[in-house]
Each structure stands twice: as structure tokens, then as C-alpha cells.
T-cell receptor
Framework: KAGVTQTPRYLIKTRGQQVTLSCSPI?????VSWYQQTPGQGLQFLFE???????NKGNFPGRFSGRQFSNSRSEMNVSTLELGDSALYLC????????????FGPGTRLTVL | SQELEQSPQSLIVQEGKNLTINCTSS?????LYWYKQKYGEGLIFLMM?????EEKSHEKITAKLDEKKQQSSLHITASQPSHAGIYLC?????????FGEGTQLTVNP
């Protein structure tokens, strides 16, 4: 069974640009959660999607958005990038959102210059 | 909101030594998760604790949740270079995880 895949693995953008990250969950999983990891703030929850609906949202500005498609693949978008958005973005999938059955992807390393 | 504090922040041990990482919560823990992360990579699930006093082991790693359910410890016996990485504790926040800052473990051969 293939694991959670994230593309791209590395990305360099400049301030003011926007970026889209992709996450393909494990086959059969319908819940996808996104987390941001930075040296200063650690790992923080961004949002969770289940069956194409955002079910939970963390405390991030509206520049951070996401969506989920009918095949459960999810995308995360960050508009008007700031230097502080440089981070490792991790997604995790599970069948219905069970935390003890959640599998993490390898992450996308975003660098904002 | 719930906060998790991990100690120590970093740890350097000689191969073969035992070590303990602590995770203290500002609120009662209803589910505590331990993960391991290699630098810049995803998280690998180690174990989950729910009941006060619960203890679980996997290979040389043992995790405990104290009776009051506000602190957990992760103990590694006879450490090996393969144990090196970042250890993170995470609290069940109801469909989301709240994480501690992580403990960077280095095991010198």
C-alpha cells in the first residue's frame, strides 16, 4: 500500500508570490490534515478536510487555504507569501480523522526569499 | 488552549546509554502520542497512550502516561544510532494534534 505522498518536496518562492502544495492520501483515506512546522513555532495544525469539506481549522490567516477533491487528494494554497511562511508543510491522512490511525507524508519544504 | 512542554530540548548520549524524554501538558491529556521525525522528513508514529498509568513498549522504547494524565515520559534503553532524530509528543485536541517543541536526540557511536 503506497504511503502519503506530497509534491513537490522542495519549493523556493519569493515574497508576494503564491504557492500550491499537493497531498495524496493513502488509498481509502478520506481525511487529510495539514500542519506547518517551523523552528520557532514548532508543529502547528492548519486545517483538516474530510469528504471535500473543511472540518477543522487552526489559527492561521486567511492567506492559507485548502481544498479536497473527490478522490481525497488535497491541495493547500498560500497567497501573498511572507518570509515567515518558510516551513516544512506536512500532511497526514486517515480513514475518518482518527488520530491514532493517522499517517504523515514526507513534507514539502517551502523557502520564501 | 493546551500547551505541551518537552524536556530536554536536546540530548546527546553515547551509544548504549539509557535516556528519558519528558512531555508535560498544561491540561489533562485525553490522548498522548509520541512520534519520531528524521530531520526535514515526515513523522513516524511510535505509540499512543490514553489511560492514566498506562505504559507501552515497542522494541527498546517505553512510554508512560502518569496517573494524573498531565505528563508522559519516553524512555529508550540501550540507545543506538538508529534512535537519533527528533521526538515529538502530541496531544489529542479533538481531530487535531497539538505538539510539543520536540527533543533532538543525538546518539554517538
Amino acid at each position: 500500500k503506497a504511503g502519503v505522498t506530497q509534491t513537490p518536496r522542495y519549493l523556493i518562492k519569493t515574497r508576494g508570490q503564491q504557492v500550491t502544495l499537493s497531498c495524496s492520501p493513502i488509498s481509502g483515506h478520506r481525511s487529510v490534515s495539514w500542519y506547518q512546522q517551523t523552528p520557532g513555532q514548532g508543529l502547528q495544525f492548519l486545517f483538516e478536510y474530510f469528504s471535500e469539506t473543511q472540518r477543522n481549522k487552526g489559527n492561521f490567516p486567511g492567506r492559507f487555504s485548502g481544498r479536497q477533491f473527490s478522490n481525497s487528494r488535497s491541495e493547500m494554497n498560500v497567497s501573498t507569501l511572507e518570509l515567515g511562511d518558510s516551513a516544512l508543510y506536512l500532511c497526514a491522512s486517515s480513514w475518518r480523522g482518527e488520530l491514532n490511525e493517522q499517517f504523515f507524508g514526507p513534507g514539502t519544504r517551502l523557502t520564501v526569499l | 488552549s493546551q500547551e505541551l512542554e518537552q524536556s530536554p530540548q536536546s540530548l546527546i548520549v553515547q551509544e548504549g546509554k539509557n535516556l528519558t524524554i519528558n512531555c508535560t501538558s498544561s491540561k489533562t491529556l485525553y490522548g498522548l502520542y509520541w512520534y519520531k521525525q528524521k530531520y526535514g522528513e515526515g513523522l513516524i508514529f511510535l505509540m499512543m497512550l490514553q489511560k492514566g498509568g498506562e505504559e507501552k513498549s515497542h522494541e527498546k522504547i517505553t512510554a508512560k502516561l502518569d496517573e494524573k494524565k498531565q505528563q508522559s515520559s519516553l524512555h529508550i534503553t540501550a540507545s543506538q544510532p538508529s534512535h537519533a532524530g527528533i521526538y515529538l509528543c502530541g496531544a489529542d485536541g479533538g481531530s487535531r494534534l497539538t505538539f510539543g517543541e520536540g527533543t533532538q536526540l543525538t546518539v554517538n557511536p
